[in-house]
């Protein structure tokens, strides 16, 4: 292994170091400094900070940054932004009478437009991810299943995507690389073909709608 492969397999370990390189936003040297330990442990001998530094300037684009500019307009064309708060959800570890709860749930609201109600279903767990009003409904058709955790005070943000969304590489993590740039937890990530849904605290609900929808009126980069 030489300095150049070193370097590389370091910062492709990084997306956001990647996409910082890429952006010209990080001092070299600087970075140089701080990975110096990294490279000499991975080649077993003392580096020349200024070898490290001719190695990052030297490293070409990779292509995860270098379709920056088609996820920008892809963003540019992005339908409605769906604001909805006082949400709360519920873990369900997957067990027998589970789905039939879910039926049951689902058959319940099934003419009531204005509730929010999602079901995600894993390999050994379920999330419901519902409207505060739900709750006493939920605990009383869920009763006997076990609940594994349990989030109140949530918002949600639902962002209506292109039909090109399934043909170009990055879209997701390009959204919430953003978020969490900007200090932001997402608590769950709920999708369809066409349609992502995004959980954040209500704490940080506004900061993150304001953030999407600058994504949203950028101009391409």
């Not at 009478?97 to 509730?115: F, H, P, V, W």
Request: charged share 25%; aromatic share 6%.
């Amino acid at each position: 292994m030489n300095i150049a492969t070193a370097i590389n397999e370091i910062i492709s370990e990084s997306p956001f170091l990647e996409e910082a390189l890429a952006d010209e936003i990080i001092n070299v040297s600087s970075l140089a400094r701080k990975l110096k330990p990294q490279v000499e442990k991975r080649l077993h001998k003392k580096i020349q900070q200024g070898a490290i530094v001719m190695a990052i300037n030297r490293r070409p684009t990779q292509p995860s940054v270098r379709i920056t500019r088609e996820i920008r307009e892809f963003m540019n064309n992005l339908g409605d932004v769906i604001v909805r708060s006082d949400l709360r959800d519920f873990t369900f570890e997957n067990k027998e009478g589970l789905s039939t709860c879910n039926r049951q749930l689902m058959d319940e609201i099934a003419g009531e437009k204005e509730i929010f109600c999602t079901i995600s279903q894993g390999v050994f767990e379920t999330t419901l991810v519902v409207s505060n009003l739900l709750s006493e409904r939920i605990e009383a058709i869920y009763h006997e299943q076990r609940l594994i955790a349990h989030m109140d005070r949530l918002s949600s943000i639902t962002l209506r995507l292109p039909e090109s969304n399934t043909e170009i590489s990055g879209i997701y993590y390009f959204i919430l690389k953003n978020l969490a740039w900007a200090g932001i937890n997402v608590c769950e990530v709920i999708s369809t073909s066409n349609e992502v849904t995004i959980v954040v605290g209500e704490k940080d609900v506004h900061k993150a709608f304001s953030l999407l929808m600058g994504m949203k009126h950028s101009p391409s980069a």
